[in-house]
């Protein structure tokens, strides 16, 4: 990114939201770093605002008084089995900031998840109807926070009709950190990674997608698969689908440990790829997330 930019990130001192705040701030744009509760650090290039984003005026305000080109919006709760009111936190909290993000003329990437598509947290587990999922996959989540997502898509694309700005959703699939790669604990136990048809992302490659995404020209609202490029079995992704479901659904295009989401669209149209694996990155050191709050 070489124009400087305004960008309010909310959920700006989490995981996956204080790293695309640095990414960001290094890059030498200005940044409104939005959570509900406040770092006590400073910054260069770093705002931060302690917002509960399920207030109507709070949230309006913050996103309005920013004034910025770009709105990130990460902050929800990451999954049904995170807090109560996953729902209504989730969904109220995203149509406060995208409609005044919309109002304001700012282009909006958000978080939506691999969730989406229903079959993480579905009562028992399902099958896609082809392999790998693309984004024209149906969505018939059975959570709250898979509910949440679609839901979230949903106001994307209302936005972006009303105000004429565009919204980029982005699907994450599991998220990953060096040193603490979590699904490779009990791997060779297939159920316990079968929600997601044992997908996986590593942060680092959430937070260039993020930035491909504030880059790209895109009209209206779309939405992308964000995930590594192979499953993090170390064995093929068909065999796995056979010895747990019995039985494997249409195969388009999917050959060896492929990853069971596509992403040819984001490498397509976001000039996006991932670069890391958990070949590598499991072994890596460990980073707390550099803008916590305490």
Same mark, same amino acid.
């Given at each position: ?129 082809? $392999?790998? &999922? ?9 959570? @709250?926070?898979? !509910?949440?997502?679609?839901? /979230? #898509? %949903? ?105 069971? $989401?596509? &992403? ?9 790829? @991932?670069?890391? !694996?958990?070949?590598?990155? /499991? #072994? %890596? ?10």
């Amino acid at each position: 990114m070489t124009e400087t930019l305004s960008v309010t990130v909310t959920g700006g001192c989490g995981r996956l939201g204080s790293r695309t705040v640095r990414a960001l701030a290094d890059c030498g744009h200005d940044v409104v770093a939005v959570d509900r509760v406040a770092p006590d650090v400073e910054r260069e290039n770093v705002v931060f605002r302690a917002v509960d984003l399920t207030s109507e005026d709070s949230a309006r305000r913050v996103v309005r008084e920013a004034e910025s080109d770009i709105v990130v919006h990460l902050g929800a709760i990451p999954s049904p089995e995170s807090g109560p009111n996953v729902y209504e936190n989730n969904s109220i909290s995203t149509y406060y900031v995208l409609d005044e993000a919309g109002k304001a003329g700012a282009d909006v990437v958000q978080a939506s998840s691999e969730s989406a598509y229903g079959f993480p947290f579905a009562a028992s587990p399902r099958l896609p109807e082809y $392999l790998p &999922i693309d984004e024209t996959h149906p969505m018939q989540p059975e959570d @709250p926070y898979g !509910t949440s997502k679609v839901v /979230a #898509e %949903e106001l994307g694309r209302a936005a972006s009709r009303r105000y004429d700005v565009s919204v980029t959703s982005l699907r994450f699939s599991n998220i990953m950190y060096p040193g603490n790669y979590t699904v490779l604990e009990g791997r060779d136990d297939l159920p316990n990674g079968v929600g997601n048809f044992w997908c996986y992302v590593d942060g680092r490659d959430c937070v260039s997608a993020i930035s491909r995404a504030i880059e790209a020209e895109i009209d209206g609202h779309e939405a992308y698969n964000v995930a590594a490029a192979e499953n993090y079995l170390g064995r093929p992704t068909v065999e796995a689908f056979e010895e747990f479901f019995g039985e494997v659904p249409e195969l388009r295009d999917l050959d060896g440990e492929d990853s069971a $989401l596509s &992403i040819e669209k984001a490498e397509a149209q976001l000039g996006w790829e @991932p670069e890391h !694996t958990w070949r590598e990155a /499991a #072994e %890596e050191p460990f980073e707390e997330p550099p803008f916590a709050a305490d």
